[in-house]
């Protein structure tokens, strides 16, 4: 176990569906951070929060959202998603942002169909 | 911008070989570098991270090394073990403050 949780560990939604991921580090970090890991590709980061407020946005489609309400917690709000989407997407969290030492949840798998 | 990559994308050993895991980079500015385990289906394990000032750290049967000079990392295995089979990553960042970059990966798998 590495301190961070994710809920739920499988997800399969339609195009219209509304869902959201949650994330939970019980570590003490401030930084938390949304990855995605399609097949065949590299980890790709979607966006970072230090200390609650947002710091990174990798070009991330509208249709991904994401809050942290509190240090501990991360949410990734989904709407309208398309097959593509379809991915292992991963929360990770780390003391600060700049402590690249990250630790990483198991993941959640989306099916968008 | 920093580019990693992870050569052999898998790879088979038969049980108690030493083996050596490759990874390199692009931009030798790099401020550290960090070496996951990734189960199937699960998440990330971190294994070993190097800062830019280290050239190696040591778990167990594992060994990372960091040659900047050369853009290049390795992750020895000693003694490999069947429950050694998984996905190896290697990620780098070029400063405190901008994302790890991550490579595809090498599947391990170890045959008893």
């Known amino acids: 176990e590495t301190g961070v949780t994710q809920t739920p560990r499988h997800l399969v939604m339609g195009m219209t569906n509304k869902k959201s991921l949650k994330c939970e580090q019980h570590?003490?970090?401030?930084?938390m951070y949304w990855y995605k890991q399609s097949a065949k590709k590299p980890l790709e980061l979607m966006f970072v929060?230090?200390?609650?407020?947002?710091?990174e946005n990798n070009s991330v489609p509208s249709r991904f959202s994401p809050e942290c309400p509190n240090s501990s917690h991360l949410f990734l709000h989904l709407h309208t998603l398309q097959p593509e989407d379809s991915a292992l997407y991963l929360c990770?969290?780390?003391?600060?942002?700049?402590?690249?030492?990250?630790?990483f949840g198991p993941g959640t798998r989306l099916t968008v169909l | 911008k920093q580019e990693v990559t992870q050569i052999p994308a898998a790879l088979s050993v038969p049980e108690g070989e030493n083996l050596v895991l490759n990874c390199s980079f692009t931009?030798?500015?790099?401020?550290?570098l960090q070496w996951f385990r990734q189960d199937p289906g699960k998440g990330l394990t971190s294994l070993l991270l190097?800062?830019?000032?280290?050239r190696e750290q040591t778990s167990g049967r594992l060994n990372a090394s960091l040659d900047k000079s050369s853009g290049r990392s390795t992750l020895y295995i000693a003694a490999s073990q069947p429950g050694d089979s998984a996905t190896y990553l290697c990620?780098?960042?070029?400063?405190?403050?901008?994302?790890?970059?991550f490579g595809k990966g090498t599947r391990l798998s170890v045959i008893a």
């Open positions: 990770a969290s780390s003391v600060r942002q700049g402590d690249n030492e990250q630790f």
């Open positions: 570590l003490g970090h401030n930084a």
């Open positions: 929060y230090n200390f609650k407020e947002q710091t």
């Open positions: 931009d030798s500015a790099i401020y550290n």
């Open positions: 190097i800062q830019s000032s280290q």
């Open positions: 990620a780098g960042a070029n400063s405190g403050n901008t994302p790890l970059v």
